[in-house]
T-cell receptor, first 117, second 107 residues
Framework: DGGITQSPKYLFRKEGQNVTLSCEQN?????MYWYRQDPGQGLRLIYY???????QKGDIAEGYSVSREKKESFPLTVTSAQKNPTAFYLC????????????????FGPGTRLTVL | RKEVEQDPGPFNVPEGATVAFNCTYS??????FFWYRQDCRKEPKLLMS???SGNEDGRFTAQLNRASQYISLLIRDSKLSDSATYLC????????FGKGTHLIIQP
């Protein structure tokens, strides 16, 4: 079955530690995205990537880093510089490249719920 | 700042009733529009795209009003399983997600 997977589903880390969230897709999508969702809030874009070895900052990139070494994979690292890292993190992908590429719908992974203790 | 606004609700609706909610957007250059459904502690899933001429998918009808800059979602004959948060998504300069409208269908 084609889809997007994120792991782990739940993640607990101590304050000050970096942590990397996994996102893999086998949909052959060019574009991939990372969002953060806080309770009662909309999704906020952290980073996106239109093509391998290229990525762009979203609205709230500070304290995060990403890589796109393979088309299928777009891991997100939450660094110790992120002030409020506890949140629900969602990875998504789409068929068309570019955030402003004309409105292709995005498909989401199941999310990772990160709690920093 | 480009905004997408939704009434957060909750909308408490008896089973079998018809419910509708709107979403307003500020970017007049927005190109495409979507409704997503998000269940509690789950990822958003595409419910339907919204076309200029309006579109229907079973019990769900979506409409776009460009002049007034809003989109709407109508659910007929509501089911208990329709209980969820409905996210309005607008593509202007990138996708912007509304905070969602919480719908509770009551037996």
């Amino acid at each position: 079955d084609g889809g997007i997977t994120q792991s782990p589903k739940y993640l607990f880390r101590k304050e000050g530690q970096n942590v990397t969230l996994s996102c893999e897709q086998n949909l052959n999508h060019d574009a991939m995205y990372w969002y953060r969702q806080d309770p009662g809030q909309g999704l906020r874009l952290i980073y996106y990537s239109q093509i391998v070895n290229d990525f762009q900052k979203g609205d709230i990139a500070e304290g995060y880093s990403v890589s796109r070494e393979k088309k299928e994979s777009f891991p997100l690292t939450v660094t110790s510089a992120q002030k409020n890292p506890t949140a629900f993190y969602l990875c998504a992908s789409s068929t068309r490249t570019g955030v402003s590429a004309g409105g292709s719908e995005q498909f989401f992974g199941p999310g990772t719920r990160l709690t920093v203790l | 700042r480009k905004e997408v606004e939704q009434d957060p609700g909750p909308f408490n609706v008896p089973e079998g009733a018809t419910v509708a909610f709107n979403c307003t957007y500020s970017n007049s250059a927005s190109q495409s529009f979507f409704w997503y459904r998000q269940d509690c502690r789950k990822e958003p899933k595409l419910l339907m795209s919204v076309y200029s001429s309006g579109n229907e998918d079973g019990r769900f009808t979506a409409q776009l009003n460009r002049a007034s800059q809003y989109i709407s979602l109508l659910i007929r004959d509501s089911k208990l399983s329709d209980s969820a948060t409905y996210l309005c998504v607008v593509n202007g300069d990138g996708l912007t997600f509304g905070k969602g409208t919480h719908l509770i269908i009551q037996p």
